[in-house]
């Protein structure tokens, strides 16, 4: 019996660009969310003492890093989908990445979380 492989049942239907491109944008929403909250936590850190702006730089550092990830992600996903969707072969799922890019965002809010706890103390 000759089941349907994954990798060579890609539609080719109007909905699924679409998709696709919805997809992208939210990916892109996401980055370009962390990257204004580094920018307004660099701003904040203008007015701190020396040990606070260092503190609050690296977080800010980490958070813009984060988001750039997210957008070079964004964009070699959009393009990998699109290039199987318009041939036809290979695959569009991509199970690993938004569990390393969560990952990657649960370990910067845990940082911004420690620095702000030692700001207080």
């Not at 892109?28 to 003492?49: K, P, R, Y």
């Not at 800010?60 to 393009?79: D, E, H, P, Q």
């Not at 036809?88 to 910067?108: A, K």
Request: glycine share 6%.
């Amino acid at each position: 019996m000759g089941g349907l492989d994954a990798e060579q049942h890609v539609s080719q239907k109007p909905k699924d660009f679409f998709a696709n491109e919805r997809n992208f944008i939210h990916w892109m929403h996401m980055a370009v969310t962390m990257g204004s909250v580094a920018s307004l936590i660099t701003t904040m850190a203008q007015s701190e003492d020396e040990v606070h702006r260092k503190a609050t730089l690296v977080t800010s550092t980490v958070l813009l890093v984060s988001g750039c990830f997210f957008a070079i992600y964004a964009l070699a996903v959009f393009f990998m989908r699109r290039q199987a969707l318009t041939t036809r072969q290979g695959s569009v799922d991509e199970p690993w990445g938004p569990l390393i890019l969560s990952s990657l965002l649960g370990v910067s809010l845990t940082l911004i979380l420690f620095v702000a706890c030692i700001r207080v103390v």
